[in-house]
């Protein structure tokens, strides 16, 4: 069955490291979003992709950076980790198809837990 | 950039009773998302609607493109049911394009 992955789970890291999340989806869809879930904020977009060598800013896209190589993967790094980084990342995918078709639903991956020390 | 606005933004049921989750929004969109999260978990896509009304099992869910509403019904709630649940509208005038989430509603249906 298709599905969409993220790894780690779980990771701790410190004050200036460099970090990166891994999204895998076997969907073949075309569109990627990452996105960071907040107590008192919600879910928030980071960066998105609509196609390979395509990627775009989100509303927090500010200390973030993807890469869109292929189809399958949108890794996210944070460049310089920071405390306010510490979150739980969503990674999404979705095809694009007619306007208002029930295709165009965003899968979600199980999510990554980030602490930054 | 569109503002979603959920209510209630908790809500406290007994099993059995029918739910109603409201969704508005400023700027005209295409279609809307309703996820779910249960705590700790993952979230699931429920519906995307462009018009009208979406019904699956006990869930329902309803659209008012011109007064930029929608609702989430629950019939029969049951413990299982207890999530918090999201609204969300893509952007750009596509239906498959980057979300703006609700606050999301913490339903909470006690047995």
């Known amino acids: 069955d298709a599905e969409i992955t993220q790894s780690p789970r779980h990771k701790i890291t410190e004050t200036g490291r460099q970090v990166t999340l891994a999204c895998h989806q076997t969907w073949n869809h075309n569109n990627m979003f990452w996105y960071r879930q907040d107590l008192g904020h919600g879910l928030r977009l980071i960066h998105y992709s609509y196609g390979v060598q395509d990627t775009n800013k989100g509303e927090v896209s500010d200390g973030y950076s993807v890469s869109r190589s292929n189809t399958e993967d949108l890794p996210l790094t944070l460049e310089s980790a920071a405390s306010s980084q510490t979150s739980v990342y969503f990674c999404?995918?979705?095809?694009?198809?007619?306007?208002?078709?029930?295709?165009?639903?965003?899968?979600f991956g199980p999510g990554t837990r980030l602490t930054v020390l | 950039k569109n503002e979603v606005e959920q209510s209630p933004q908790n809500l406290t049921a007994q099993e059995g009773e029918f739910i109603t989750i409201n969704c508005s929004y400023s700027?005209?969109?295409?279609?809307l998302h309703w996820l779910q999260q249960h705590p700790g978990g993952g979230i699931v896509s429920l519906f995307m609607?462009?018009?009208g009304k979406k019904k699956h099992g006990r869930l329902i869910a309803t659209i008012n493109i011109q007064e930029k509403h929608s609702s989430l019904h629950i019939t029969a709630s049951h413990p299982r049911d207890s999530a918090v649940y999201i609204c969300?509208?893509?952007?750009?005038?596509?239906?498959?394009?980057?979300?703006?989430f609700g606050q999301g509603t913490i339903l909470t249906v006690h047995p």
């Open positions: 609607l462009s018009s």
């Open positions: 700027v005209g969109i295409s279609a």
């Open positions: 969300a509208v893509p952007s750009g005038g596509t239906s498959y394009g980057k979300l703006t």
């Open positions: 999404a995918s979705s095809e694009s198809v007619g306007l208002g078709s029930s295709y165009n639903e965003q899968f």
